[in-house]
């Protein structure tokens, strides 16, 4: 057989019929539900007298709409309200398994799924939702749907799709201290473009991605959408089958090993041949920061704001202005040291344990700059415990945070935590559009250790500052 | 779904990169539990003004573009979330066709899922077609996805490809679903095939777990 990458392996090993013009029928082993994107499916499915073909391969949570705040309330806001109501409807009426508001495993879908063991290796795993992508870091394939599509899984437990090309980014190297995995998947995106990656699947290889935990895994597919994929991959190996071992839905016992088995056979064959190849070496990336409105506008903490004069395409230049204006900054002044009025750890790409780990690292002993207020936003009830039986809430508390539920929260702001019009955020969540967090809300994406940097300084700082590795301002 | 044979329809141009689908449906918006009635808000942060006012100057807000049923843009259209309102909005509000050098996968598909036909077409093309969308009441376009044309004010076709399978669906208006659950006895087959090469394979069933 020709060689293969494990995206090409993964697919075949899904193919249920293949149609005309490459089209095939792809079985889909994972469905995940929220209350954003499925309600109308749910309807097509009332509509059309059809039924969920599988509610044991199907999970719903609640994470868009939720407030992060006291749970024992009804929701107030009555849209909000009605659409948890019409999920909780839903899954009574089609029998699916359901992770309510209430209950200590809730939190944001691309959370819940691996921590529970819910998406494992070589499995194909798809959600209403972009950001699906994150479940690639255990290795297998996760994409995002639209609700037509959502309806389509749960009739027939399928989706009509053709192949995506395939491409790898290989980052090689020892990352320096002070950089995380946010850093090296935004240096990424700055190098490809968010269009970079549109119509492949990115495998994440090199040493650099095999030395990361679960954790930065899932940090960097998270974003392989904001790169443009359609999904990311990281190959499964023994962080995984570790991370796995023991979660409550993830095989057991025999049943463990042999699943772990067929899992080591999940890499790319060694000749095989990628569409597109993209390296970058570790030892080149530096904590970054976003300074626009797209993910792609990267910037080295250490740099200055780029001049929309120096753009070859005057129609790049003409949006490059357009960003300046919205975002409030100055060409050429350094980005380091920009006042932010608002910090938000948490959303599906930065709200693990590991995550709340190294912001606390900086909050520890330090308190949030004055007006500036500090959201800490766990991903997941379970990682809230967590990090609550390690005294990571205290540290936070007592710096001055707010230590809130879990929930998608100020990511897209559905839900009442949002910024208001011209106030600045540094955020651990993955896009920065216009408007993202709030109407008029000015966004910098940086990593959890960047975030509380700028919490304590009241400024997009220089986590390195705190190690002594790189100078104060 | 609605058919799409032809279309002849006023042009809006929308002349930037990567509008994002929190550009074309806001977040706060999708609340709804419903496809209908999203048109409204369609671009609402570009549309209206703090007060709820029509900001004059976007296009969409000015005669003819009121009615444009075909957006021409540039690359990455729809770009960011997943969300199905974004094309649910552009169909609410009339549009049923979008012509860009380039979209982003997921809006793409969603495009076809609801009757309405995103286009693919070079830089140059979609330039020119750029400045046929700033006529105000003359720049109307015809699309004909049967012969697979647009046709230019000045009746200059300019061909354009879209996969075969999506063309028929379009066409038929045809639901995937249906399509699919044609092929039930490859589906169970393959589930019986998978249960035997991965008995490992777990069932989520709600207490089993921790
Ligand atoms: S945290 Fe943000 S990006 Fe992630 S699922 Fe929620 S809204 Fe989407």
Redesign the pocket.
Known sequence: MAARTLFDKIWDDHVVERLEDETCILYIDRHLLHEVTSPQAFEGLRMTGRRLRHPEATVAVV??NVPTTDRSQPIEEPQSRLQVETLERNVREFGVPYFPLQSPQQG???VVGPEQGISLPGMTIVCG?S?TSTHGAMGSLAFGIGTSEVEHVMATQTLLQKPAKNMRVTVEGQVGPGVTAKDIMLAIIGRIGTAGGTGHVIEFAGSAIRALDMAGRMTICNMSIEAGARAGLVAPDDTTFDYVRGRPFAPKDDAFELACAYWRTLTTDADAVFDTEVFLRAEDIVPNVTWGTSPEDVLPIDGVIPDPESCDDPAQAAAWRRMLDYMGLKVGEKIAGTKVDVVFI????NSRIEDLRSAADIARGRKVAEGVRALIVPGSGLVKAQAEAEGLDRVFLDAGFEWREAG?SM??GMNPDRLTAGQRCAST???NFEGRQGPGGRTHLCSPAMAAAAAVTGCLTDVRVFSGVAEAL | MQKFTTLTAVAAPMPNENIDTDQIIPARFLKTIQRTGLGKFAFAAQRYDADGQERPDFVLNREPYRHAEILVTYDNFGCG?SREHAPWALLDFGVRCVIAPSFADIFYNNCFKNGILPIQLPREICDALMSDATMGANARLTVDLERQVVVRPDGEEIPFVVDPFRRHMLIEGLDDIALTLRHEGDISAYESERAKEKPWMPKIVLGSGS
């Open positions: 994470d868009h944001i879908v691309h939702d950001h948490g959303s599906c790409t998608c990511c897209l969540s993955n896009r | 979330s």
